[in-house]
């Protein structure tokens, strides 16, 4: 069946430089003088060491206790003695160290009892288990834990899964080799990621640049009687990133917004899918896996490599020449010069490239940007890197993520196409670095906050109780003295105890009370010398009275009831 196949926006076409690996078979590397296993190896929680120092281990045996769900546990790559669990530095750019068990091999390369089962027998939730046990995680570099993409999505049908096995970055070879020599196992990895999500379609995309490991997997797939299609798509960097290669195979574009379930893909890398057989069918754990040594060295080759070997002594076996002066791990459009050359081997180290300066000349120096616009054009994800890098210079942070700086892959296109040599992707990561650290700068700054205003709240809680209690503890006391005052007091027989009454008062209702007294008894005289009954009169005195009477208010004016006399006078 033929498939239409979609155009992805940008990319380049750097050197490929795959064939000085690709002319010799996978050869077993041997074992190392010690094996140094970082227990974080995956997206998520870091496992929890579970071995000491002193401890003898098998090979396959758990060192490395999965934390959480998004996580998966590591596993000791061959038996012996752990040395120590400590702090060694990582293959990371930054160059920070982590924790890892290191372990002196005891040269057997014993295995632990392993379990061979046919996975469909299992539920899909003990597979899922079983591949986290195993320490599953995704190979071509994403490194998320294999378990956690298998659930299908409730709200969207599973249209299409895509298995990558394009390698695209330059001088990578592994994944081609794989393909070639262990087809079978990696279809049938597929068939158990296809029989937990139930798609509709299996679509295997390898860049054209690889007929060889096309053709191995449809002779694979044919022989299983698999309806998966093998589909060469073409050499295009970066095709094999997993959001260009679903455009180019299902013509869907994946916003930075979204995953690729939200449009009913998902998609596995060929050595993911690999890993997941062995750990299935043959109880394996991923405790090693295929590297491509490569680069400034007389043999190149591709090696079945223990996870936790040094990489200098690694190295070693590729012969590299004299002027080797570091090494690179992945390609040299994504990889990065590792820290210090004895870092180990992790589950994400596809490639190792012994770097020199005349493989890799130093550039020129960098010029101003003449903004040509050609980084823009060569962007699969359609930014803007000429802005990204002007205010990721200018530290202005803010503006690089409002130009989308988090959607950046890293995958270096604009800087293989910018005539004024500027790394741009060096910039970028400086940018997401600053903007992580920030971001971590505020989070604690923002948890030492809500510590401090919780202790506040709690001073103040503890000042009101204490105030409460002492108000509470001050009324008692009060109520305690009112009541012996109560029982000092005189009581009269049979009578309630009137309480005392405070002298002032005695001494108001006194004066009131003689007021009124005085008031009455004036009143009382005032009354006696009025004439009680005129009537009794005769006329001639009755004329004679009203007379003195009127004299006595004209003379006088005053009022027709005046006060009453002082005593002795005798009123007219
Ligand atoms: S390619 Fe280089 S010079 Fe051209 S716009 Fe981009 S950053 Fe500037
Ligand atoms: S490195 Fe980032 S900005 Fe540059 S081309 Fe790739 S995705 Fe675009």
């Known amino acids: 069946m033929l498939l239409n196949l979609f155009k992805f926006k940008g990319g380049v076409k750097p050197p490929t430089n795959k064939t000085q690996s690709v002319g010799l078979p996978i050869a077993q590397a041997p074992l190392p003088s010690k094996l140094v296993v970082p227990l974080h190896q995956s997206i998520g929680g870091t496992p929890r060491p579970v071995v000491q120092a002193g401890d003898q281990v098998l090979k396959g045996q758990l060192i490395g206790e999965a934390d959480g769900w998004i996580s998966a546990a590591v596993h000791a790559p ?35 009892a392993r379990e061979t089962v046919d996975y469909r027998s299992l539920t899909p ?71 937990l999500l139930r798609p509709k379609k299996v679509l295997i995309g ?43 195979l299902t013509g869907k574009e994946v916003p930075a917004s ?70 690179v791990m992945g390609g040299p459009m994504m990889g990065f010069l590792v820290p210090q050359p004895s870092v180990p081997v992790v589950k994400a180290t596809n490639c190792l490239i012994a770097h020199s300066e005349r493989l890799f000349p130093p550039k020129a120096p960098e010029m101003p940007c003449i903004r040509c616009g050609s980084c823009a054009q060569a962007c699969p994800h359609e930014l803007q890197p000429f802005e990204m890098y002007w205010f990721a210079r200018a530290k202005n942070f803010g ?44 989070n604690a700054a923002d948890q030492a906050k809500a510590r401090f205003e919780f202790k506040q709240l709690r001073d103040e809680r503890e000042k009101a109780e204490k105030a409460e209690k002492l108000a509470k ?31 002032v008062d005695v001494e108001k209702d006194a004066k009131k009370a003689a007021i009124e007294a005085a008031m009455a008894r004036a009143k009382a005289q005032r009354e006696a010398a009025q004439p009680k009954n005129t009537e009794a009169l005769t006329p001639e005195q009755q004329r004679v009275a009203a007379e003195i009477e009127a004299r006595r208010v004209a003379a006088h004016l005053i009022d027709p009831e005046p006060a009453a006399p002082p005593a002795g006078e005798k009123a007219e």
């Open 78 to 112: 061959t038996s012996g003695t752990v040395v120590e669990v400590a702090m060694h530095t990582q293959a990371h750019p930054s160059g920070l160290d982590a924790l890892c068990v290191v372990i002196a091999p005891d040269g057997k390369d014993e295995w632990i």
């Open 125 to 195: 939730e003990e597979v899922r288990e079983r591949l986290q046990q195993a320490g599953v995680v995704g190979l071509g570099g994403a490194v998320f834990p294999t378990h956690g993409k298998l659930t299908p999505a409730k709200t969207v049908p599973m249209d299409e899964l895509v298995i990558n096995g394009a390698e695209c970055e330059p001088f990578i070879t592994c994944d081609d080799l794989l393909m070639r020599e262990r087809a079978e196992e990696v279809v049938r990895g597929i068939g158990i990621f296809r029989d």
């Open 206 to 248: 390898i860049e054209d640049n690889k007929p060889e490991a096309a053709a191995a997997m449809k002779a694979a797939v044919d022989a299983l009687g698999e309806p998966f299609l093998v589909v060469q798509v073409p050499t295009l960097y970066p095709a094999g990133g997993a959001k260009q290669l679903i455009r180019v």
């Open 258 to 327: 979204k995953r690729s379930t939200d449009l009913g893909v998902q998609c596995f890398n060929v050595a993911t899918a690999y890993t997941a057989w062995r750990a299935i069918a043959h109880g394996e754990p991923v405790v090693s896996r295929l590297v491509t040594l490569t680069g400034n060295v007389a043999e190149p080759r591709n090696y079945e490599v223990l996870i936790g070997t040094p990489m200098d002594e690694l190295l070693k076996l590729a012969q590299p020449h004299p002027d080797t002066d570091g090494i």
């Open 399 to 442: 503006k690089t993520q409002e130009y989308k700086i988090f959607d950046c892959i890293e995958c270096g296109c604009c800087s293989f196409v910018c005539p004024s040599r500027i790394p741009l992707v060096q910039y970028f990561r400086f940018a997401k670095s600053e903007i992580w650290a920030r971001e971590r700068e505020k």
């Open 473 to 503: 503890a001050a009324a008692a006391q009060a109520a305690k003295k009112a009541a012996e005052a109560a029982a000092a007091a005189p009581a009269t027989d049979g009578a309630a105890p009137v309480a005392a009454t405070p002298a």
